[in-house]
């Protein structure tokens, strides 16, 4: 059974930075791609970042382009999410997701995620 466990979240000031780290096992983590998604208070989940199951490519929301970055250590089943330049509007429930299906591609579709985590909490204060 694949679980998921994120950490990393907390409070921050507008402009700081944070790191979100998500725990895998129950599967060859490495076989799979891996998604990020976040959830703020009355809106729908959407989509933040995407990486390949070997890592090399990677897909970013255009409203975080240029200030998170995604990665993943194979070797220690563990995914990244970097995140700098903080704003108020990055506030939200964030969640690790992993692709159903072996050796697949990058995708940004969260129905392509039948795995998900339970979610780490990231509030920007302005």
């Known amino acids: 059974q694949v679980q998921l466990v994120e950490s990393g979240g907390g409070l921050v000031q507008a402009g700081g930075s944070l790191r979100l780290s998500c725990a895998a096992s129950g599967r060859t983590f490495g076989h799979y791609a891996m998604g990020w998604f976040r959830q703020a208070p009355e809106k729908e989940r959407e989509f933040v970042a995407t990486i390949s199951w070997g890592g090399s490519i990677t897909s970013h929301a255009d409203s975080v382009k240029g200030r998170f970055t995604i990665s993943r250590d194979n070797n220690k089943n563990n995914l990244y999410l970097q995140m700098n330049s903080l704003k108020p509007e990055d506030t939200a429930i964030y969640y690790c997701?992993?692709?159903?299906?072996?050796?697949?591609?990058?995708?940004?579709?969260?129905?392509?995620?039948?795995?998900w985590g339970q979610g780490t909490q990231v509030t920007v204060s302005s």
């Open positions: 997701a992993a692709h159903g299906q072996r050796w697949s591609s990058i995708s940004d579709h969260t129905n392509d995620y039948p795995y």
